[in-house]
């Protein structure tokens, strides 16, 4: 008798993978018992209702939003309702400008034909983007990335989330494509705005704060793109990525093992690229023995959109994408993303031929089925119309807003206050000129809906409220004559603009240029997927606008508003005074214009060095010896105008006091750093702490310094704080020429500072005892506590 046979007692639930009162492992066992092969097959795949385009549809590349989607929108799979079942909705919110209500109606209805035009009824996993918020029509578009990580606050970035996971679970989503882990390597690479940083402990800290944050707001994450599809030959999107095991093991991996055994993230998203000749949809070592066996992942493996197809006609490793699906299924990846091509029913004939063990097929399906059970989609009760229960809810609420004002305020970094701010309140004619000054799209990601889905629907806005700088500083600067000019574009040559904003400059008392980027998808903006740059400097002729600017003898504020670090050495030598603000989203005008006024007390820090100058294309700061010592050795010289870590303020601070608790500890012990940190300036503000750690002999060539925890420090004026890390001895593990992970028994330097280049507190410790191989479970984070000392209000922020 199977389960659909039994007769219920009254009040028993008819099938028992209905039932929430029994474990989940029982449920999934009752249901996978029940299904038919094709109906297992059915749970790997998905369907993407809003990719609709034709190929020869409407101006080439103009309604992308995932790689070749004009492509494979003739070659989709079928739509939901066969009898077998379905595995996930894609993007029912993100494809096309819907409001919340209308969103719900269509979850409703594709979840309707999936539950009643499949045998057993189980419903879909509606999956959403949400890298720079909930990315759907009228959602908050909170700041890229690349500004939560110069926040340097993991709190912030955990809040943020949970209200993004909040109003996705709200209207019927249950998983978000995100955090994206890559670590930059290359400031070239478009995806640079994606990623929280250069440093793989930063990333980790801040990207499993996200996790934690969505998750617990009932969201499934994402972590991806596992892994190396940062680090690609030349920056190139989808570039194939020359990386040896070692730093992938020491550099890449890292974030990716906290998000996983911290935050307990529920999925992962293969990487694109290939690392050394592998693709990742097809490495078995990646998505198996490290990512389950070592890390303990339980979760389910999502293809990038169309990565499997891509084995065949990209990689060239699978003859078709019948041959690729049964390749990444076998290797590890569950379910295929965003529509079914390579995970079809042809799985099914493999099994029955023998080419393909129905255990990979249960091992997938009982991942994914898990997942539906503990989001709630098994219960008896659950049903199409109560999961969209909250579809009447405001997507950019009044709390929406004051969050990302917050976040905006945080994240920008105050390169060189020169000369010109705080802005003097006697100024009387301010001139804001530039490309960024008046355009909003310039504070948002490739992946907010703005940038990512309306220019489709020319005509309808920003679906947001989004003041501008221009905007802001006329609310800010309400006694001051405010002029513009555009001067000229993010992206084009043109320079017919310059006269007009020369001519406005040289009658103003103080000149705001504010340049940068606007981010699109493959070729369509300066930033963004698929917006590599050649090299780094300012896009198009911004640059020769700030020194056209400046030779007009008004002083010149410089604000940057980018995806990715510019090389600004030639601006900084024109500049008054230079801000860095990475697309801070629809709040950042404000916070732009409260910085350059003095009421928001600039506290960001860079996650990503500032270039020198725009060729060589300088390297990021986790380098060994020779990577930043080039004295006599080469002609260039890597050593950036800004380092990683730095930003400064309107007060000023003071580190001190250094001690280091022991001298010596066993390579299996820990010790504590502390130090003193004092604000000496004249108003509140925030000083993150940081401490580094240099091995100084080591069977492989180490980084000169590498950060190993950080805290965030609000002090009134004269207030002081202690802080103490406590450093355990795993945190100095590396991959050694074994390709093991060993801690090293040696000297560690220990650097105390405010930046990776101001380390005023250096001391020594030593380990001892036995080379140590470390496994899982190893110590992957700093704990950190800050303890007032004297001063009003000192404290952790």
């Known amino acids: 008798m199977t389960a659909l046979d039994r007769t219920p007692t009254p009040g028993q639930v008819t099938r028992p993978w209905r039932d929430p009162a029994l474990p989940v492992a029982d449920r999934v ?6 299904m038919t092969l094709e109906e297992k097959v059915a749970q790997l795949g998905s369907w993407w209702p809003g990719n609709d385009m034709q190929p ?35 993007r029912v919110f993100g494809s096309a400008p819907v409001t919340p209500e209308q969103g719900a109606a269509e979850v409703v209805r594709l979840q309707r034909a999936v539950v009643d035009g499949s045998r057993l009824g189980v419903p879909a996993i509606v999956h959403e983007e949400c890298l720079t918020g909930f990315t759907t029509y009228g959602a908050t578009v909170y700041p890229a990335a690349i500004a939560w990580a110069a926040t340097f606050d993991p709190e912030l970035v955990e809040r943020m989330a949970a209200a993004i996971g909040r109003d996705m679970r709200a209207v019927g989503a249950h998983q978000g494509l995100a955090p994206v882990l890559d670590v930059v390597r290359d400031y070239r690479w478009g995806r640079v705005e994606e990623t929280m940083g250069e440093d793989p402990y930063l990333v980790a800290t801040l990207g499993t704060a996200y996790v934690r944050g969505l998750q617990g707001a009932g969201i499934i994450a994402t972590l991806k793109h596992f892994a190396g599809y940062s680090a690609s030959r030349a920056a190139r999107n989808h570039g194939p990525v020359p990386m040896g095991r070692r730093e992938l093991m020491d550099v890449i991996l890292p974030p990716f093992e906290t998000a996983v055994t911290h935050g307990g993230a529920g ?3 293969n990487s694109y690229s290939d690392v050394d000749g592998v693709p990742a949809a097809v490495d078995p070592w990646l998505l198996d023995e490290v990512l389950r066996r070592e890390w303990g ?43 079914t091509l390579g995970f079809g029913q042809h799985l099914a004939d493999r099994v029955r031929s023998g080419e393909l063990p129905e255990e990979v097929i249960d091992r997938a399906a009982r991942r994914l089925l898990t997942q539906k059970a503990e989001l709630g989609l098994l219960d008896e009760d659950w049903t199409p119309e109560r999961s969209v229960a909250g579809a009447a809810a405001d997507l950019d609420s009044p709390a929406n807003r004051a969050l990302a004002r917050e976040l905006a305020e945080r994240s920008i970094v105050l390169l060189d206050a020169g000369t010109a701010l705080p802005l003097a309140p006697g100024a009387r004619r301010v001139a804001v000129v530039g490309p960024c000054a008046d355009d909003a799209r310039t504070f948002m990601g490739c992946y907010a809906f703005p940038n990512h889905v309306l220019p489709r629907h020319p005509g309808l806005g920003l679906g947001i409220e989004a003041p501008t700088v221009l905007e802001a500083l006329r609310a800010e600067l309400p006694d001051a004559e405010i002029v513009h000019e555009r001067g000229c574009d993010v992206r084009d040559g043109d320079r017919s603009g310059f006269a007009a904003a020369v001519s406005a400059a040289a009658g103003a008392d103080l000149c705001v240029a504010v340049v940068g980027d606007l981010a699109g998808m493959f070729g369509l903006g ?16 911004q640059e020769d606008l700030v020194t056209a600017l400046a030779a007009t003898g008004t002083p010149v504020v410089v604000v940057v508003v980018s995806g990715r670090p510019y090389a600004l050495g030639e601006v900084h030598a024109h500049a008054a005074a230079l801000v860095q603000a990475f697309m801070p989203g629809e709040e950042g005008g404000a916070a732009i214009a409260g910085v350059l006024s003095g009421r928001v007390q600039p506290v960001g820090r860079l996650p990503v060095q500032i270039p020198r100058r725009p060729g060589g294309q300088p390297g990021t700061y986790l380098q060994p010896p020779l990577g930043v010592d080039s004295a006599g ?56 702490v940081q401490l580094y750690l240099r091995d100084v002999l080591a069977q492989v060539t180490r980084p000169v310094r590498q950060l190993t925890g950080f805290a965030r420090v609000r002090l009134e004026p004269g207030g002081s704080a202690e802080v103490r890390f406590r450093v355990h001895a795993d945190r100095t593990a590396f991959t050694g020429r074994d390709l093991r992970r060993v801690v090293e028994p040696g000297d560690l330097d220990v650097l105390v500072g405010t930046s990776s280049a101001d380390l005023p507190l250096r001391g020594r410790v030593r380990l001892t005892g036995p080379l140590r191989e470390t496994g899982p479970g190893r110590r992957l984070d700093t704990p950190v506590e800050v303890v007032p000392l004297d001063g009003p209000d000192a404290g952790a922020s």
């Open 29 to 34: 066992d009752a249901l996978l018992a029940e």
């Open 56 to 90: 020869d549809g409407g101006e080439s590349g103009t309604a992308n939003v995932a790689p070749m989607q004009d492509v494979f929108a003739a070659t989709k799979s079928a739509p939901p309702g066969p009898v077998h079942g379905l595995g996930h909705l894609t």
């Open 267 to 269: 999925s992962v998203m």
């Open 633 to 688: 050795i080469s002609n260039l010289d890597p050593t950036p105008l800004f380092p990683f870590g730095y930003g400064t303020s309107y007060t000023t601070f003071e580190v001190g006091e250094l001690r280091v608790s022991d001298a010596e500890v066993p390579t299996d012990g820990e010790f504590t750093v502390s130090a003193t940190v004092r604000n000496t300036g004249g108003r509140a503000g925030e000083e993150v």
């Open 526 to 541: 300066t930033s963004g997927e698929g917006c590599d740059a050649e090299d780094l400097r300012l896009p198009g002729p």
């Open 297 to 339: 992942f339980t979760g389910t493996v999502v293809s990038d959109y169309w990565s499997i197809p891509f084995l065949a006609t990209m990689h060239g490793v699978a003859a078709d994408a019948a041959e690729a699906g049964m390749l990444a299924l076998s290797a590890g990846v569950d379910v295929e993303l965003p529509d």
